[in-house]
Nanobody, 127 residues
Framework: QVHLVESGGGSVQAGGSLRLSCAASGYTYSMYCMGWFRQAPGKDREVGAAISAGGRNTYYTDSVKGRFTISRDNAKNTLYLQINSLKTEDTALYYC????????????????????WGQGTQVTDSS
């Protein structure tokens, strides 16, 4: 049974940093691409960042480029999202998601392409 468990969220002042983690179990983690999605109150869920199964390819939505870094440790079955220079508009519930890709460098960007989801961790600008 697949489990994705996010952690590391919290309340941070604008300009601050957080590192989110997503612990995966129940499947062959290294064969799945992973994504970090977020949903702010009253808004649709959007992809923030995504990474291919082997880690070679990454994607960032424009609003987080230069501030967020997605990474994965396939030996630890863990996905990370480093958030720097937090902005008010980053306030959202952050989810990690997993997808079995058609090839190893594939990076899906739509939420309907992902098969498995965590429960989310809240990130809030406390300013």
């Amino acid at each position: 049974q697949v489990h994705l468990v996010e952690s590391g969220g919290g309340s941070v002042q604008a300009g601050g940093s957080l590192r989110l983690s997503c612990a995966a179990s129940g499947y062959t983690y290294s064969m799945y691409c992973m994504g970090w999605f977020r949903q702010a109150p009253g808004k649709d869920r959007e992809v923030g960042a995504a990474i291919s199964a082997g880690g070679r390819n990454t994607y960032y939505t424009d609003s987080v480029k230069g501030r967020f870094t997605i990474s994965r440790d396939n030996a630890k079955n863990t996905l990370y999202l480093q958030i720097n220079s937090l902005k008010t508009e980053d306030t959202a519930l952050y989810y990690c998601a997993a997808d079995k890709p058609p090839y190893s460098d594939y990076v899906p960007l739509r939420d309907d392409q992902y098969d498995y989801w965590g429960q989310g961790t809240q990130v809030t600008d406390s300013s």
